[in-house]
């Protein structure tokens, strides 16, 4: 992977850029499908390369194992999004989101939860793993 930090930040400032104006033309309140779909189509409007519902499969021992796991967006092919839509951002989301992150090898992961007040303050979280801190600034 040849991306920087600075990049790896730019574009996860474009995410949460992208999941603040989605929750301002929504608001809290809507079921985690709805702003998938919103999110895919504010992803678009912004030019940003991305997978959605992406299947994760389990490798171990060389052996592709078959897997239910699918992260909600993989974006630029360097950013792990998850959303959620719920009260609190329970450790298992964190969880959920650190394991797409180790098993696809990707430096960062965003967890962006919609059924807050303002995402920038309490609504999104980002984490970062060894990955990141061996990339150039």
């Known amino acids: 992977m040849n991306i920087t930090k600075t990049e790896i930040n730019k574009l996860s400032y474009q995410i949460i850029g992208a999941a603040i104006e989605v929750h301002k033309h929504t608001g809290p309140g809507?079921?985690?499908?709805?702003y998938h779909n919103f999110m895919k189509k504010e992803l678009e409007l912004r030019g940003l390369a991305f997978?959605?519902?992406?299947?994760v499969d389990l490798v171990y021992k060389d052996q592709v194992l078959q897997s239910k796991l699918r992260c909600d967006f993989l974006i630029e092919g360097a950013i792990i999004l998850e959303i959620k839509s719920v009260k609190n951002l329970d450790p298992i989301y964190?969880?959920?989101?650190?394991t797409y992150m180790?098993?696809?090898e990707k430096?960062?992961?965003i967890l962006i939860n919609?059924?807050?007040i303002n995402i920038y303050?309490?609504?999104q979280k980002t984490i970062v793993n060894e990955i990141f801190k061996k990339l150039a600034d």
């Open 94 to 98: 964190y969880a959920q989101l650190m």
């Open 107 to 109: 430096p960062k992961g």
């Open 30 to 34: 809507l079921l985690e499908s709805t």
């Open 51 to 55: 997978n959605s519902e992406m299947k």
């Open 114 to 116: 919609f059924n807050v």
């Open 121 to 123: 303050n309490e609504g």
């Open 102 to 104: 180790k098993l696809l």
